[in-house]
Every structure is written in C-alpha cells, then in structure tokens.
C-alpha cells in the first residue's frame, strides 16, 4: 500500500488558504510518489492505514488528541496560536500579530511626522496583543514618536471598529484618529478595503497598508501589503517528516507586495526587509516593551 499524505479541512478554513496547500502537498507528493488525498475531518475516526502525513488547514481542537492516538502519524497544524508541538505534532503559528508589528513600522516609518495610526477588528478575541504588537512596531522605529507639529500625541494610534457595521461606522472610528491628522492607516481586514471607505481615506489624503492587494485604481494610495507565505515553513516541517525530527512549532514567512516605491523607497525597502529577517529569526520579540 502505498503510503499517503491526507489535508484536512477544519470548519472554518479559508478556502484561498486550503488551495495554496492543496496545490503545493499535491507537488510534494508526487514528488515523492505518495498519494495525496482530501481528508474529512470526520473520516479520520477510522484513520487510513496508510496515511503518514496529516496537515491540518485550520485549526481545530481535536487535532492534538489525534495526534496522540495516531502516533504512527505526522499531524502539522496550520494557524494555531496555543496547541505545543508533540513527538508527532508541529504546528505553524499565526502571522497576524507579526503582520500588526511590521505594519507599524512600515506605517511610521513611512508617515510624515510619524502620524500612523491602525484600525483593528474591536470583536477579534487577540485584539489586545494586535495593537501592542503594532504599537511596538512603530516604537521600535522611532521610540517615543512624538511629532513636531499639533496635534501634539504620541504616535502610533490604534482605534476599532465593527466589521459588520459598514461605512458609517468605519467612517466614524477613522474620524476619531484623524482629530490628530493621521498620515498613514493600516487596515489589516480585507472587509475594509471597501471602495467607498478607501474613497474617503483618500479625499483625507491617508494612505493606506493592509495584508491584501487593492483594489484596482487605488495604488497610488497604497504603501505596501504585507503577506503570508506559509509554503517556507511548510517545507521546513515537511523535511522534519521525512528525517524523522520531532515536531516544533514554527512561523510562516512573511512577504511584501504592492509595494508603491513613491512612498516605501528602496532604501526604506531595505530597512524593512532587515527587520522582518530579524523578527522572524527570533531576535524580535513583537509584544515585548521595546
């Protein structure tokens, strides 16, 4: 029987997300004459007898104790903040509170007088270590960000909103940041790259960072999106599979797009790129106080 890797579709998974592993497990696999096959979180009560790799797309809670009563499995979980790696277990972290950390810097290193500002989901159960994660990013930058002109406030700023309340809502969290004429605001919710709210950021003159493309006819608003790319540290675990290694808990990559070069230069590219290299080799600790 040929032994098989297995990707499992939690509830809740991101279908964008689930494509990207199906296409890249389905190369691996065949590459290393595997079968590759889409698990039903429910079919794994039976566990095929040849499966020998198990990538969870989501997270989900039973994972761990399948795990466990699998051993003769590798389990790796995608996008799980607390589940500990396991003899048989690796687990690729989330990326949002790093994203939160590079925006910050990006967003103050790009404003002019450091006025940067985030609006975050007010529902989002890490919202907390979010705005300290993008805080510390800015901080990291510049310290105590304090401008040179009025309004006098330290910079970054942080607000929430609700992401089913729409425009007028969204609008009026904005207003609230803008009393101290923010420059630079990172949207980290694909909800609020509506083109009507993107409309009034720009008649504010704010540009815009965010974790996803722009719409069409906003790039020259735009500084940069900041992306995950879970494909390196999936080939990471994937090579720990296949020599054996225990299981380890790891971050995915992180990656600029839609860069605007009129606004994030190649010197500044620079500057950021170094640190992403440093925070995803341990050397930054994003919720620490810098």
């Known amino acids: 029987m040929v032994p098989a890797v297995g990707l499992?579709?939690?509830?809740?998974a991101d279908a964008q997300a689930f494509q990207v592993l199906q296409t890249w497990l389905e190369q691996k696999s065949a590459g290393a004459g595997l079968e590759f096959e889409i698990q039903d979180p429910a079919a794994l009560n039976s566990t095929p007898d040849n499966l020998r790799l198990a990538v969870f797309a989501a997270p989900d809670s039973a994972a761990a104790d399948w795990a466990a009563a699998n051993p003769q499995t590798r389990v790796i979980l995608m996008d799980d903040a607390t589940t500990e790696p396991a003899a048989n277990l690796s687990v690729v972290r989330p990326a949002a509170i790093n994203q939160a950390f590079v925006a910050g810097y990006i967003a103050t290193l790009v404003?002019?007088?450091?006025?940067s500002a985030a609006l975050f989901d007010q529902n989002n159960p890490r919202l907390n270590q979010l705005q300290d994660g993008f805080l510390n990013g800015g901080r990291y930058f510049?310290?105590?960000?304090?401008?040179?002109?009025?309004p006098i406030v330290f910079?970054?700023?942080?607000?929430?909103?609700?992401?089913?309340?729409?425009?007028d809502s969204w609008k009026t969290a904005f207003d609230t940041l803008h009393q101290n004429r923010i420059e630079t605001l990172f949207l980290p919710h694909a909800a609020t790259l509506d083109v009507q709210f993107l409309d009034y950021l720009a008649g504010q003159n704010v540009a815009v960072l965010a974790t996803q493309s722009p719409p069409d006819g906003y790039a020259d608003r735009w500084?940069?999106?900041?992306?995950?790319?879970p494909l390196p540290a999936l080939e990471n675990l994937w090579q720990d599979w296949q020599s054996g290694a225990a299981g380890k808990a790891v971050q995915p990559a992180l990656q600029l797009s839609d860069i605007n070069p009129q606004r994030l230069t190649e010197g500044?590219?620079?500057?950021?790129e170094n640190m992403i290299s440093e925070l995803q080799g341990g050397w930054i600790a994003p919720l620490s106080v810098p």
């Open 111 to 115: 404003a002019p007088d450091f006025r």
């Open 268 to 272: 500044r590219q620079r500057l950021v």
């Open 155 to 167: 910079f970054p700023q942080t607000g929430t909103l609700s992401l089913s309340d729409g425009f």
């Open 142 to 150: 510049c310290g105590r960000c304090a401008p040179v002109y009025a």
């Open 8 to 12: 499992v579709l939690p509830s809740g």
């Open 223 to 229: 500084i940069a999106s900041i992306q995950v790319d």
